[in-house]
């Protein structure tokens, strides 16, 4: 998100994260193979269309007090679709533009930042900051895999986190509540969810990266869960990074 890279300041330390997945397979038999469901266009869980706009709950955590307590701060966003432009190489491009405001001014909307997004017949490319995310993939398939995140540049320290996430459907189909809103149809993405260390004790370091996100059918991205943090205790004192984002939909149109 374009908040994740107004964080950087706050980042002091740079650690990579690795992703472990275990799946556990069993046999099915030839009926059970008939009764599958058939895979399903990505472009189902991602519509594009000049226009529409989704509105987020965007809950913002952070360390306050000197690094001492975590924070959570809520906002909301605006996404929408202004335009439909083509790229140098001649691909359609969706121009997105982001607003955001705090949670007690209900009226005051700034903008925030211009995020694109760039369909093909076998993946969905959202770009953010110059960073392109594979967010989506064909064929959408429960335990589907691919590298999400291999088109960033890993030279740049602050962005070497992001190396070798799996991106991984699960859960296809499923209905889902959100905020009170049924979603009869949704994808989850399950993007990295890597522990290093031991997060109840404050005296040796430990990292935690987990990131999901869920589409829900005709609509989009429905719910973001991001969350990296670091804490580093040193001879003389303790050091903690936290950046968390936690996206709910609160409305949108069709």
Known sequence: MALEMQMRNHLFYTFLALFCLSLTFSSCTKTQ?????????????????????????????????????????????LDSIEAKI?????????????????????TRWKDNATLLVTP???????????????KLVNPVREFNT??????????DNFLRFYENWDYTYENVGLSKTINNINFPETITVNQIDQINGDPNNKNYYYSIT????????GI???????????????????????????????????
Not at 37 to 42: L, N, R
Not at 120 to 134: A, C, G, M, R, V
Not at 210 to 217: D, F, G, L, R
Not at 221 to 250: D, H, M
């Open 33 to 77: 193979l008939e009764n599958t469901p058939s895979t399903i266009a990505m472009t189902n869980y991602y519509p594009l269309v000049v226009g529409k706009w989704i509105n987020y709950r965007l809950d913002s955590t952070v360390y306050t007090s000197l690094n001492t307590i975590k924070t959570v701060r809520t906002y909301y966003i």
């Open 86 to 106: 083509t790229d140098n190489n001649g691909n359609d491009v969706y121009r997105i533009r982001r607003m955001m405001r705090d949670n007690i001014d209900t």
């Open 120 to 134: 093909s017949s076998n993946s969905i490319i959202f770009t953010e900051n110059n960073l392109k995310f594979t």
């Open 146 to 155: 691919w590298k999400g995140n291999s088109a960033i540049d890993i030279s």
């Open 210 to 217: 987990q990131s999901s996100e869920i589409y829900a059918k």
């Open 220 to 254: 989009g991205l429905v719910y973001k869960n991001f969350l990296y943090e670091v804490w580093q205790p040193t001879a003389r004192n303790y050091e903690s990074n936290c950046y968390g984002v936690r996206l709910t939909i609160k409305g949108h149109n069709f």
